[in-house]
């Protein structure tokens, strides 16, 4: 039989695995109103309905700002409190953050290129931030959430 403490735990990842979801299926939405290059260089597409695509980008922020705050309430204080074997939790939890930072770095960047001329910009732009939350959702799929729930079962 499961210990409260370790459905806790089974809820809080199966949460996280939710918001992991949305947040891909969100950055996809982007993509998508970004369309595939048209032609060549900086001013590839100019049919980009930038409105759109900016409220899909803030919607994403949005989400991304959520994910984070449920890291940091909820998963920092699992992981201080399991004290992972050969890894400082703290150390787990600064690299999060220090991916989600980079991507909102990278999301501002996008915003200030929202002028309808630079979608080849906004296209390898979005490219890295699908990269960089891709390492970062990976990360805790495939390494840290298993030694979670092997610690816990």
């Keep these: 039989m499961r210990s409260p403490e370790g ?7 199966d949460s ?4 992991h979801a949305e947040l ?3 950055l996809a939405e982007m993509e998508e109103l970004l369309g595939k290059a048209q032609g060549v260089g900086w001013d590839d597409q100019t049919d980009v309905d930038l409105p759109q695509l900016k409220e899909a980008e803030m919607r994403f922020s949005a989400m991304l700002k959520a994910h984070e705050r449920t890291e940091e309430e909820r998963l920092s204080d699992l992981l201080r409190r399991l004290a992972l074997e050969g890894n400082s939790p703290g150390q787990a939890v600064e690299t999060g ?8 770095r990278l999301l ?3 915003t200030g290129l929202y002028d309808g001329q ?6 390898t732009l979005m490219s890295k931030v699908a990269e960089e939350l891709e390492h970062h959702l990976a990360y805790e799929e495939q390494e840290l959430f298993p030694r ?3 610690l816990r079962s």
């Excluded at 459905?7 to 990842?13: E, G, I, Q, S, V």
């Excluded at 996280?16 to 918001?19: G, P, V």
């Excluded at 630079?118 to 296209?123: F, G, Q, T």
């Design 7 to 13: 459905k806790h735990m089974k809820d809080l990842l």
């Design 16 to 19: 996280l695995l939710e918001e």
């Design 108 to 110: 501002q960047t996008v």
């Design 24 to 26: 891909r299926s969100s």
């Design 97 to 104: 953050h220090a991916a989600v930072r980079g991507i909102f």
């Design 148 to 150: 979670l729930r092997s």
């Design 118 to 123: 630079h979608v080849y910009a906004l296209r």
